[in-house]
């Protein structure tokens, strides 16, 4: 039971959701307190539609299960499963605080650190092995370097896709499982018959992608990226990084064999290959960039401008949202246009919406965005494209300068780790669904968003100025710039695409 009274929310009677930690296509995911055991948790409840699917359902029971019965403390305790009095399925699991192998990566771990870590993640993986399960999903977002007051430890996430050696199978013929980018070439063909040894090609790939930034197989789109697995076409790791130790290159090499008979058999057999190359000690955990709007200085005025039509911010909105970095960007820029005394159409709502509750962090409505990137365009910057571009470049200064709230993501010396940096800020604060960020030569980056509604066409502009000035703050310079693909023209995702000169004295990695 589930109870909302005086904003309590309170499942099985016992367990306390205190705040949203995630949320996905399936459910949700809440950090809580058990009142029984006096110990905080992670709740995670199901929506109603995927709890009444029976491949949903069979990935909720695999998660719930596959920890209990390999036991070992590298995965992620589950205290509690059942279904509740609404029938969504509810999953209660100890609460990790610390941050995934993805955001490490995105945060510039070093690779002693990033090895170390993989290295960490073998042992709950070998204990899986030796208990019959195949993960078929091991990828950076499902590696975890947790803290607290057990200490610095590696988890290992995420089990709802394992296959259980010897059990039956619910996946179909020619359904892939796994992330395209880290899977073995055989999940291509069938998920059925993933070995062990798929997981250890999917460990090779990480380390590939630890040592030289990019991902071994990917390419302009998901069918290539397969078509390159399918045929074990990737560029060598002592091409990609010349001077990379002979070592680790002969272990990626190992683990990236088209064959699952020429790799290490297992996690297991994998161990002692990688671990005289990896740090025992493992990283200490980077403090997490937080979202702060407090140098924002939005002075409430009455009344409107004296000779402008009120323009009405949207109030409410059930879409799309947009967290903090572009709104406070924009917001900025909009104070400063007030302060210099600009003529805005904006009413005494409007007013008092930007006044008292824009510096506030967090989650808003996507049409009170596109009004607001409207509104600055047209009045501000005249309505050109270029203006549009010149306006994503001064939120981008003002947000990701040496005085931004967001100067972490900038990598002085090395353009790749700031445009690498993109997907993990978008993703983050920017809500956007999925962010990729490829480089197609030496000096080409790509960056593609999928799964966000981008409109108008400002917002797309807005971006690429944006991804101009992080090549500029990381000391590089932007060559040409395009908008490659645009949802404003009906194109599933947009695509931006950034010629650029190298940091001074910045390695350039050879082409694919």
Same mark, same amino acid.
């Given at each position: 039971?589930?109870?909302?009274?005086?904003?309590?929310?309170?499942?099985?009677?016992?367990?306390?959701?205190?705040?949203?930690?995630?949320?996905? !296509?399936?459910?949700?995911?809440?950090?809580?307190?058990?009142?029984?055991?006096?110990?905080?948790?992670?709740?995670?409840?199901?929506?109603?539609?995927?709890?009444?699917?029976?491949?949903?359902?069979?990935?909720?029971?695999?998660?719930?299960? +596959?920890?209990?019965?390999?036991?070992? /403390?590298?995965?992620?305790?589950?205290?509690?499963?059942?279904?509740?009095?609404?029938?969504?399925?509810?999953?209660?699991?100890?609460?990790?605080?610390?941050?995934?192998?993805?955001?490490?990566?995105?945060?510039?771990?070093?690779?002693? !650190?990033?090895?170390?870590?993989?290295?960490?993640?073998?042992?709950?993986?070998?204990?899986?092995? +030796?208990?019959?399960?195949?993960?078929?999903?091991?990828?950076?977002?499902?590696?975890?370097?947790?803290?607290?007051?057990?200490?610095?430890?590696?988890?290992?996430?995420?089990?709802?896709?394992?296959?259980?050696?010897?059990?039956?199978?619910?996946?179909?013929?020619?359904?892939?499982?796994?992330?395209?980018?880290?899977?073995?070439?055989?999940?291509?063909?069938?998920?059925?018959?993933?070995?062990?040894? +798929?997981?250890?090609?999917?460990?090779?790939?990480?380390?590939?992608?630890?040592?030289?930034?990019?991902?071994?197989?990917?390419?302009?789109?998901?069918?290539?990226?397969?078509?390159?697995?399918?045929?074990?076409?990737?560029? /060598?790791?002592?091409?990609?990084?010349?001077?990379?130790?002979?070592?680790?290159?002969?272990?990626?090499?190992?683990?990236?064999?088209?064959?699952?008979?020429?790799?290490?058999?297992? +996690?297991?057999?994998?161990?002692?290959?990688?671990?005289?190359?990896?740090?025992?000690?493992?990283?200490?955990?980077?403090?997490?960039?937080?979202?702060?709007?407090?140098?924002?200085?939005?002075?409430?005025?009455?009344?409107?401008?004296?000779?402008?039509?009120?323009?009405?911010?949207?109030?409410?909105?059930?879409?799309?949202?947009?967290? !903090?970095?572009?709104?406070?960007?924009?917001?900025?820029?909009?104070?400063?246009?007030?302060?210099?005394?600009?003529?805005?159409?904006?009413?005494?709502?409007?007013?008092?919406?930007?006044?008292?509750?824009?510096?506030?962090?967090?989650?808003?409505?996507?049409?009170?965005?596109?009004?607001?990137?409207?509104?600055?365009?047209?009045?501000?910057?005249?309505?050109?494209?270029?203006?549009?571009?010149?306006?994503?470049?001064?939120?981008?200064?003002?947000?990701?300068?040496?005085?931004?709230?967001?100067?972490?993501?900038?990598?002085?010396?090395?353009?790749?780790?700031?445009?690498?940096?993109?997907?993990?800020?978008?993703?983050?604060?920017?809500?956007?669904?999925?962010?990729?960020?490829?480089?197609?030569?030496?000096?080409?980056?790509?960056?593609?968003?999928?799964?966000?509604?981008?409109?108008?066409?400002?917002?797309?502009?807005?971006?690429? !100025?944006?991804?101009?000035?992080?090549?500029?703050?990381?000391?590089?310079?932007?060559?040409?710039?395009?908008?490659?693909?645009?949802?404003?023209?009906?194109?599933?995702?947009?695509?931006?695409?950034?010629?650029?000169?190298?940091? /001074?004295?910045?390695?350039?990695?050879?082409?694919?």
């Amino acid at each position: 039971m589930m109870n909302h009274s005086m904003g309590e929310r309170i499942v099985a009677g016992r367990y306390r959701l205190l705040r949203q930690i995630g949320r996905g !296509g399936m459910g949700r995911v809440f950090a809580g307190h058990d009142s029984v055991m006096q110990r905080d948790i992670a709740v995670k409840i199901l929506h109603e539609a995927a709890s009444s699917d029976p491949d949903s359902r069979a990935r909720f029971e695999r998660e719930a299960r +596959a920890p209990q019965r390999i036991q070992h /403390p590298g995965l992620t305790e589950i205290y509690d499963a059942f279904v509740d009095e609404d029938g969504r399925l509810v999953l209660v699991m100890e609460l990790l605080e610390g941050q995934s192998f993805q955001e490490l990566m995105d945060r510039d771990m070093s690779l002693r !650190g990033m090895l170390a870590l993989l290295r960490a993640a073998l042992d709950p993986l070998a204990a899986a092995h +030796a208990a019959g399960y195949v993960h078929r999903d091991m990828k950076p977002a499902n590696l975890f370097l947790a803290g607290g007051a057990k200490g610095l430890r590696v988890k290992l996430l995420d089990f709802g896709v394992a296959r259980e050696l010897g059990d039956g199978e619910l996946t179909a013929t020619g359904v892939i499982v796994g992330s395209t980018n880290y899977i073995a070439p055989e999940q291509v063909h069938s998920a059925r018959s993933a070995p062990p040894a +798929a997981d250890v090609f999917s460990v090779g790939a990480m380390i590939y992608e630890a040592v030289s930034g990019v991902l071994p197989f990917a390419d302009k789109s998901p069918l290539a990226t397969i078509s390159n697995l399918a045929a074990g076409k990737y560029t /060598p790791l002592d091409e990609r990084v010349p001077g990379a130790d002979p070592a680790l290159v002969a272990v990626v090499h190992h683990c990236l064999a088209l064959e699952p008979e020429d790799r290490p058999r297992d +996690a297991a057999a994998l161990i002692p290959l990688l671990s005289p190359l990896a740090p025992t000690r493992l990283p200490r955990l980077p403090p997490k960039t937080p979202i702060d709007a407090t140098d924002l200085s939005l002075t409430p005025m009455s009344g409107p401008i004296p000779g402008s039509t009120p323009q009405a911010a949207p109030q409410a909105s059930e879409g799309p949202r947009a967290r !903090g970095v572009m709104m406070i960007g924009l917001a900025q820029l909009l104070n400063r246009a007030l302060q210099r005394g600009h003529t805005l159409p904006l009413d005494a709502r409007d007013r008092e919406w930007l006044a008292q509750r824009l510096i506030l962090s967090g989650w808003y409505p996507f049409d009170r965005f596109e009004w607001l990137a409207t509104m600055v365009h047209r009045h501000l910057m005249d309505g050109s494209d270029e203006a549009a571009v010149e306006l994503g470049r001064e939120a981008a200064r003002l947000n990701v300068g040496a005085d931004g709230v967001h100067h972490s993501f900038v990598y002085e010396g090395s353009v790749r780790r700031t445009l690498r940096a993109v997907r993990n800020m978008w993703g983050r604060y920017v809500d956007f669904g999925k962010t990729d960020v490829t480089f197609l030569g030496p000096t080409h980056a790509r960056l593609e968003v999928t799964g966000y509604e981008f409109a108008p066409r400002v917002h797309e502009l807005i971006l690429l !100025g944006w991804c101009e000035v992080l090549v500029e703050l990381a000391g590089g310079k932007v060559v040409a710039s395009q908008i490659a693909r645009r949802p404003s023209e009906g194109d599933p995702a947009l695509e931006l695409r950034i010629h650029y000169e190298p940091a /001074p004295g910045e390695p350039v990695a050879p082409p694919r």
